[in-house]
């Protein structure tokens, strides 16, 4: 079964930056597209960036140009680059597999004060 482990939250002031991981294991990462998600105090849980198997990425519009996700097969590991942070960035962030999804790990908080 895969597991998801995120990692890399924090508290920074508005305009800094913090990079994300996420470590799986229990299944070969290599196959899995891959996405990082967030979700804000109140509202829903929602999809930030996708990048698939071989590298390909995506953003939604809200984070285009500031956020930057890649990943490591050799380690298992996915990263989220986030630049250029604003308040309303703040949220729990969480990386699963894409369009699937495995058991949601702890997530981890991301807080920009302005």
């Known amino acids: 079964q895969v597991q998801l482990v995120e990692s890399g939250g924090g508290l920074v002031q508005a305009g800094g930056s913090l990079r994300l991981s996420c470590a799986v294991s229990?299944?070969?990462?290599?196959?899995?597209?891959m996405a990082w998600y967030r979700q804000a105090p109140g509202k829903q849980r929602e999809l930030v960036a996708t990048?698939?198997?071989?590298?390909?990425?995506d953003y939604v519009d809200f984070v285009k140009g500031r956020f930057t996700i890649s990943r490591d097969n050799a380690k298992n590991t996915m990263y989220l680059q986030m630049n250029s942070l604003k308040p309303e960035d703040t949220a729990v962030y969480y990386c699963?597999?894409?369009?699937?999804?495995?058991?949601w790990g702890q997530g981890t908080q991301v807080t920009v004060s302005s």
């Open positions: 699963n597999l894409y369009p699937l999804f495995a058991p």
């Open positions: 990048i698939t198997r071989d590298g390909s990425t």
């Open positions: 229990g299944s070969i990462f290599s196959i899995y597209h």
